[in-house]
């Protein structure tokens, strides 16, 4: 299979931890015979610096003509202070519109090696494998109008939510479809107590489950489901919400597992996929040969699945997680007093030779 992807490392940490999980990507090509063909484009603050546009057109039309787009990390202070649209974020948010990538997915799977790293007990952390479906290209991030008006001292800012029927319909099908091939749960949150985009939000999905006779689905505020998902992060299977709502509750499941560095996302539902982890540019570790690589690489995983439905190598690449993670290895956010640390470097290096050793014994079992 020809794997045609567009790569954009992006700011601070996004070029450490893309480019162990494009050496993953490339000895899994090798070793189950894939044609793996590599182009890499400018994005965010680094794209602002020799464009002056956080997302050029060179870059669209890039991850347009692929098959996949892997995003390391965008955002940089030093543009903090320009116009909106001049932001090293407005370049991400273009991007998701212009793949139509609306469906995104963010899992979060407790490894019991880490147990020390979640700041829950181990028994209550225990079994967590959550999928958040996050809605992606509508409500808060996309609503207009949004402004800042008025005098200094007396300005108004506005942002605006909406949701139609057909967003809230497509998201809710993926997620029910998601669900059929997990535990068949699906938990939709909302804040239909008090907003209207809410309350059309539940009456849509609960019509959608009823097309999904086998998937039970339940609703709860978002409130209430922050609350639930520390004391009980366990009982959750797939949760569907909103673009603000899944924003923050991913996060906290990161925390939960461990490390928002464990953490990889796929936005799907377009032509083309992206795929980055959920961590941002962290400008105050970039360079120092710290960062966590493990949410790029699984990253990878989740392309392999979701846009090459290629289920055999993306278990290779998590079963290499696993294993470097087993074998002790530790990025400083995921060490606990008194173990060893390794590089960003060192850490993609075991997984790379892992899926060097799975791929080349696949190889030989078949032949």
């Known amino acids: 299979m ?84 001049l932001r090293p974020e407005a370049g991400l948010l273009r991007l998701r519109q212009k793949l139509g990538a609306f469906a995104n997915l963010r899992p979060a799977v407790f490894y019991p090696m880490l147990a020390a790293c979640s700041p829950l007990r181990e028994e209550i952390v225990k079994g967590t494998d959550i999928l958040i479906v996050r809605e992606l290209l509508g409500g808060l991030y996309f609503g207009e109008p949004r402004s800042i008006e008025g005098k200094q001292g007396a300005r108004q800012a506005v942002n605006t939510m909406g949701y139609g029927e057909p967003e809230i319909e497509r998201i809710a099908r993926v997620a029910f479809q998601l669900a059929q091939s997990r535990r068949k749960r699906v938990l939709s949150v909302d804040k239909a107590n008090v907003l209207e985009c809410s309350r059309l939000w539940r009456e849509v999905v609960a019509r959608v489950g009823r097309d999904f006779s086998d998937v039970h689905l339940s609703h709860q505020y978002v409130d209430s489901a922050a609350m639930a998902l520390v004391l009980k992060p366990a009982e959750f299977d797939v949760i569907l919400t909103e673009n603000m709502f899944g924003d923050i509750l991913s996060d906290q499941a990161g925390g939960i597992v461990g490390s928002l560095g464990l953490l990889a996302s796929a936005s799907i539902g377009g032509a083309v996929g992206l795929y980055e982890p959920v961590h941002g540019s962290a400008p105050d570790i970039a360079g120092k040969g710290i960062a966590n690589p493990l949410g790029a690489i699984l990253s990878v995983a989740l392309m392999l699945r979701h846009t090459f439905h290629l289920p055999q190598e993306a278990e290779c690449v998590e079963a290499g997680v696993i294993s470097t993670l087993g074998g002790g290895f530790r990025t400083p956010d995921l060490a606990r007093p008194g173990e060893r640390t390794v590089s960003t470097e060192a850490m993609g290096a075991q997984i790379t030779e892992f899926v060097r050793l799975a791929s080349r014994s696949t190889k030989r079992a078949a032949s």
């Open 2 to 85: 020809q794997l045609r992807v567009t790569s954009l490392p992006g700011d601070g940490i996004g070029p450490e931890v893309t480019s162990q999980a494009i050496c993953v990507l490339e000895e899994l090509a090798d070793g189950f015979g894939h044609d793996f063909e590599l182009d890499e484009k400018e994005i965010g603050g680094v794209a602002l610096e020799k464009f002056g546009n956080p997302l050029p057109d060179s870059t669209i039309q890039a991850c347009l003509d692929s098959h996949a787009v892997l995003l390391g990390a965008v955002g940089n202070p030093a543009f903090d202070c320009n116009p909106r649209e």
